[in-house]
């Protein structure tokens, strides 16, 4: 069983950056897919990034392509969401969730964290 810590949350001025990490335990990380969801205030949790096992494909919402970039550092079992420049609309609670398929589906991925907080203020 994975579990899964989100860090890296934070206030940032609309056009700044921010690193997410999503530290990992358990032994199938290195076989996990991983993905990367937010949710904003009193909307649906939504796909942001998926990052496949080995970090050979990856797959962006079109919202975020062109300023995010997921990546993946199996040796440290921990997988990362690079944002950059950054807009009020982007403001969330960003969660990272492990799957055992290439997916943009909320539900196929069984195991989350508990979530950061992101805020892109103006």
């Known amino acids: 069983q994975v579990v899964l810590v989100e860090s890296g949350g934070g206030w940032v001025q609309v056009g700044g950056s921010l690193k997410l990490s999503c530290a990992a335990s358990?032994?199938?990380?290195?076989?996990?897919?991983m993905g990367w969801f937010r949710q904003a205030p009193g909307k649906q949790r939504e796909f942001v990034a998926v990052?496949?096992?080995?970090?050979?494909?990856?797959s962006y919402t079109d919202s975020v392509k062109g300023r995010f970039t997921i990546s993946r550092d199996n040796a440290k079992n921990t997988v990362y969401l690079q944002m950059n420049s950054l807009k009020p609309e982007d403001t969330a609670v960003y969660f990272c969730?492990?799957?055992?398929?290439?997916?943009?589906?909320?539900?196929?991925?069984?195991?989350w964290g508990q979530g950061t907080q992101v805020t892109v203020s103006s």
């Open positions: 990052i496949s096992w080995n970090g050979g494909s990856t």
């Open positions: 969730a492990a799957s055992d398929r290439f997916s943009k589906v909320t539900t196929t991925y069984k195991i």
């Open positions: 358990g032994p199938t990380f290195r076989s996990s897919v």
